[in-house]
């Protein structure tokens, strides 16, 4: 792959020439085993980027494996991978894959920072609809926020290089788990942009409805009722702000925060909401939830929570919503629960109540 081509997929405005760009770029390491690994805890739009540039790898004769590190957290995710027989391998180490020629991003910009011997593997393509603080590095680099979801533009891709065909299983499972994706990172198209409509309509053809009516289903864990519970118990309301620690929280049930966030977020007298709580004894973390038009939620928690070691913000969101993931470090060693959560919450309660304008709470006594 030339410079003329990552610089034509930089420039262009048509998106058959982003398309044509992202073959190339695949096309030109035939023979090779490019991973596509998913950042963070795999969600919908994620897996199904995933799955569809495999299908377009697979087609040009590049091995493509999709690999996560953490944990498939969320019931929806768990029934999406299970429900559309999806393969997708999870590892600490890209030696678990054996011989790896390249990394791909999609619905991220950056690699997983957990992801152990990634620095040294070239990165093929990126594709996502997040912003990025720095130009991400790849061959191709498609980063695009006219877009509601990575799905579109991948759904984009697939009209133009080898659209998918109703009567074909494998194109019937690409397309439901792109409009799941679409779905879902659209909040069910509240979000949406005229490109995500137009890809919409495009999946409304091949897509598998009584799969996708299965995979939209909005159960609540019995888990997830209990973190629910205890941030009602803990709330904290300034103003519109409102404030809420759960405490720890299980790796397999850290979505259970962001449900309890989303369900806090529909209390009348409030139009920002933030749940924490400490997730596998390692880290704090937490979800925002808003309406409120002077909240950026991205900047906002950046503000809140600075940032790490290697300049990277602790927290990042989107129009309406964001979260944060900050180590515990040294103070998980502790032995005594209690005390560690009564700084946790201490020391996030108070950068919150900083960030909306109130005054911060008395140290925390030993």
Same mark, same amino acid.
């Given at each position: 792959?030339?410079? /003329?081509?990552?610089?034509?997929?930089?420039?262009? #405005?048509?998106? @058959?020439?982003?398309?044509?760009?992202? %073959?190339?770029?695949?096309?030109?390491?035939?023979?090779?085993?490019?991973?596509?690994?998913?950042?963070?805890?795999?969600?919908?739009? =994620?897996?199904?980027?995933?799955?569809?540039?495999?299908?377009?790898?697979?087609?040009?004769?590049?091995?493509?494996?999709?690999?996560?590190?953490?944990?498939? !957290?969320?019931? %929806?995710?768990?029934?999406?991978?299970?429900?559309?027989? +999806?393969?997708?391998?999870?590892?600490?180490?890209?030696?678990?894959?054996?011989?790896?020629?390249?990394?791909?991003?999609?619905?991220?910009?950056? $690699?997983?920072?957990?992801?152990?011997?990634?620095?040294?593997? &070239?990165?093929?393509?990126?594709?996502?609809? *997040?912003?990025?603080?720095?130009?991400?590095?790849?061959?191709?680099?498609?980063?695009?926020?006219?877009?509601?979801?990575? #799905?579109?533009?991948? $759904?984009?891709?697939?009209?133009?290089?080898?659209?998918?065909?109703?009567?074909?299983?494998?194109?019937?499972?690409?397309?439901?788990?792109?409009?799941?994706?679409?779905?879902?990172?659209?909040?069910?198209?509240?979000?949406?942009?005229?490109?995500?409509?137009?890809?919409?309509?495009?999946?409304? &053809?091949?897509?598998?409805?009584?799969?996708?009516?299965?995979? !939209?289903?909005?159960?609540?864990?019995?888990?997830?009722?209990? $973190?629910?519970?205890? !941030?009602?118990?803990?709330?904290?309301?300034?103003?519109?702000?409102?404030?809420? =620690?759960?405490?720890? /929280?299980? @790796?397999?049930?850290?979505?259970?925060?962001?449900?309890?966030?989303?369900? +806090?977020?529909?209390? @009348?007298?409030?139009?920002?909401?933030?749940?924490?709580?400490?997730?596998? &004894?390692?880290?704090? %973390?937490?979800?925002?939830?808003?309406? #409120?038009?002077?909240?950026?939620? !991205?900047?906002?928690? %950046?503000?809140?929570?600075?940032?790490?070691?290697?300049?990277?913000?602790?927290?990042?969101?989107?129009?309406?919503?964001?979260?944060?993931?900050?180590?515990?470090?040294?103070?998980?060693?502790?032995?005594?629960?209690?005390?560690?959560?009564?700084?946790?919450? *201490?020391?996030?309660?108070?950068?919150?109540?900083?960030?909306?304008?109130? &005054?911060? #709470?008395?140290?925390?006594?030993?």
């Amino acid at each position: 792959m030339n410079d /003329v081509a990552r610089r034509l997929t930089l420039m262009t #405005s048509t998106p @058959e020439q982003r398309a044509k760009a992202f %073959e190339e770029t695949l096309a030109a390491v035939k023979g090779a085993h490019v991973v596509t690994v998913l950042r963070g805890h795999p969600d919908p739009d =994620g897996i199904a980027c995933a799955l569809a540039q495999a299908h377009v790898a697979a087609r040009l004769g590049v091995q493509n494996t999709i690999a996560y590190v953490h944990e498939l !957290s969320h019931r %929806e995710n768990r029934a999406l991978v299970k429900l559309l027989g +999806l393969e997708l391998r999870k590892i600490k180490s890209l030696k678990e894959l054996g011989h790896v020629d390249y990394l791909s991003l999609v619905d991220a910009h950056d $690699v997983e920072p957990d992801l152990l011997d990634a620095a040294g593997v &070239e990165v093929l393509t990126v594709v996502d609809h *997040h912003r990025a603080p720095n130009p991400p590095k790849g061959r191709f680099v498609d980063l695009r926020q006219d877009v509601g979801a990575t #799905s579109t533009i991948f $759904v984009e891709y697939l009209e133009a290089l080898c659209p998918l065909d109703a009567d074909v299983e494998e194109d019937r499972r690409i397309a439901t788990a792109l409009m799941h994706g679409l779905a879902t990172d659209t909040d069910d198209f509240v979000l949406a942009r005229a490109n995500d409509f137009r890809a919409a309509a495009t999946l409304a &053809e091949v897509a598998d409805r009584d799969l996708l009516a299965d995979l !939209s289903r909005r159960l609540i864990a019995p888990n997830a009722m209990d $973190v629910i519970a205890k !941030s009602l118990g803990s709330l904290i309301v300034r103003r519109n702000f409102a404030i809420s =620690g759960v405490g720890f /929280v299980s @790796e397999a049930d850290r979505d259970t925060i962001a449900q309890a966030a989303d369900f +806090l977020a529909r209390r @009348e007298d409030i139009d920002t909401v933030v749940v924490y709580g400490v997730v596998g &004894e390692k880290y704090i %973390e937490g979800s925002l939830r808003t309406h #409120s038009p002077s909240v950026e939620p !991205s900047a906002w928690l %950046e503000n809140a929570f600075g940032h790490d070691e290697q300049g990277r913000a602790y927290g990042g969101g989107r129009r309406d919503k964001g979260g944060f993931r900050i180590p515990i470090g040294f103070l998980g060693r502790t032995t005594d629960r209690a005390q560690l959560w009564q700084l946790v919450e *201490h020391s996030t309660r108070n950068a919150l109540l900083r960030q909306v304008g109130d &005054e911060p #709470s008395p140290a925390v006594k030993p």
